[in-house]
C-alpha cells in the first residue's frame, strides 16, 4: 500500500488543522491506520491509530480529547483532526498502516509497516 499524507501547515496554539492520509494499491478496508509524529531532536512517537472498520481507536494520552481519526474506506482515506493545537504538538506527522499488526497495538510498541511520506504540523505560541 501507497500512502500520500497532506493537510500539515502553519497554526497559532489553540487552532485546528485536519490531515488527511489517502491510500492506494491494496483494498484499504482491510489496513488498520495510524499516525505518528516526531519532533525535532525527538523520537517518533505514536498519536493515533483506528482499525480496519472504523469501530475502535487509539490515541496517545498527550492527545485525548484533542485529536480524533476517523476514516472513509469509500475514499481510501484516515484523517486526523487536531484542535486545541500547542506548540508541543509542532512534529512531521506520518500516516501508516497494516494488516497483521492490530490498531490496538501501534503504540504499545508494535508498529503498523507501511508509511508514508510526512506532513509538518508547526504550531505557533
Known amino acids: 500500500v501507497q500512502l500520500q499524507a497532506s493537510g500539515g501547515g502553519m497554526v497559532q496554539a489553540g487552532g485546528s488543522l485536519r490531515l488527511s492520509c489517502a491510500a492506494s494499491g491494496r483494498p484499504f478496508s482491510s489496513y488498520a491506520m495510524g499516525w505518528f509524529r516526531q519532533a525535532p531532536g525527538k523520537e517518533r512517537e505514536f498519536v493515533a491509530a483506528i482499525s480496519w472498520s472504523g469501530g475502535s481507536t487509539y490515541y496517545a494520552d498527550s492527545v485525548k480529547g484533542r485529536f480524533t481519526i476517523s476514516r472513509d474506506n469509500a475514499k481510501n482515506t484516515v484523517y486526523l483532526q487536531m484542535n486545541s493545537l500547542k506548540p508541543e504538538d509542532t512534529a512531521v506527522y506520518y500516516c501508516?498502516?497494516?494488516?497483521?499488526?492490530?490498531?490496538?497495538?501501534?503504540?504499545?510498541?508494535?508498529?503498523?509497516?507501511?508509511w508514508g511520506q510526512g506532513t509538518l504540523v508547526t504550531v505557533s505560541s
Open positions: 501508516a498502516a497494516d494488516r497483521r499488526h492490530k490498531a490496538s497495538n501501534y503504540g504499545l510498541g508494535d508498529p503498523p509497516g507501511y
